[in-house]
T-cell receptor, first 117, second 114 residues
Framework: ETGVTQTPRHLVMGMTNKKSLKCEQH?????MYWYKQSAKKPLELMFV???????ENNSVPSRFSPECPNSSHLFLHLHTLQPEDSALYLC????????????????FGPGTRLTVL | AQSVAQPEDQVNVAEGNPLTVKCTYS??????LFWYVQYPNRGLQFLLK??????LVKGSYGFEAEFNKSQTSFHLKKPSALVSDSALYFC????????????FGSGTQLTVLP
């Protein structure tokens, strides 16, 4: 798990707060991902970045705003969240992105446990 | 299209017994199949994947999985379960040569009883 790190590990915020989740990968990968994991539901892909460009946004509400300043760092900015946004947010990275990299393995960080009050 | 199903939410097995966690898939094309494991309050850890070649894939921690094209299955197995194998297991699929993202199953909670 040291290949992909996430901070903070736990976050409690009110609905009017603004906070950011940080992900860093030390694997030299070119693609990074944000997933949402809620209880009793499959992983939901939120965003995909390849070489700092967003390549996929799966109809995520605008209260979630991603940022990828370079291929090693990925942020998820949060504002005016709802209680139903409480979940484990997972970051992942892979060597590449797209059809030519469809066999690539994704490597996950430990996640940020978010609670929205 | 691509989808994956894990028909069992929960699997219980006694320590030392063989374990199987089931996964079936549906894709339009050739599949790439993955197994991940998640321990409490941790991220997903990669166990193994099938890309091509031998249908029996060996992975980390003594786990293996068998690709069965006719049954569209990719069941995870281990000959002798350990209590420390208790965790949440996810199967995932992606179509070979497709830009579409990885699709995960809903997960199977494995409990190994001492």
């Amino acid at each position: 798990e040291t290949g992909v790190t996430q901070t903070p590990r736990h976050l409690v915020m009110g609905m009017t707060n603004k906070k950011s989740l940080k992900c860093e990968q030390h694997l030299g990968h070119n693609a990074m991902y944000w997933y949402k994991q809620s209880a009793k539901k499959p992983l939901e892909l939120m965003f995909v970045y390849s070489l700092e460009e967003r390549v996929e946004n799966n109809s995520v509400p605008s209260r979630f705003s991603p940022e990828c300043p370079n291929s090693s760092h990925l942020f998820l900015h949060l504002h005016t969240l709802q209680p139903e946004d409480s979940a484990l947010y997972l970051c992942a990275s892979s060597p590449g992105q797209g059809a030519a990299y469809s066999a690539d393995t994704q490597y996950f960080g430990p996640g940020t446990r978010l609670t929205v009050l | 299209a691509q989808s994956v199903a894990q028909p069992e939410d929960q699997v219980n097995v006694a320590e030392g017994n063989p374990l199987t966690v089931k996964c079936t898939y549906s894709v339009s094309g050739n599949p790439y199949l993955f197994w991940y494991v998640q321990y409490p309050n941790r991220g997903l850890q990669f166990l193994l994947k099938y890309i091509t070649g031998d249908n029996l894939v060996k992975g980390s921690y003594g786990f293996e999985a068998e690709f069965n094209k006719s049954q569209t299955s990719f069941h995870l197995k281990k000959p002798s379960a350990l209590v420390s194998d208790s965790a949440l297991y996810f199967c995932a699929v992606r179509v070979s040569g497709s830009a579409r993202q990885l699709t995960f199953g809903s997960g199977t909670q494995l409990t190994v009883l001492p």
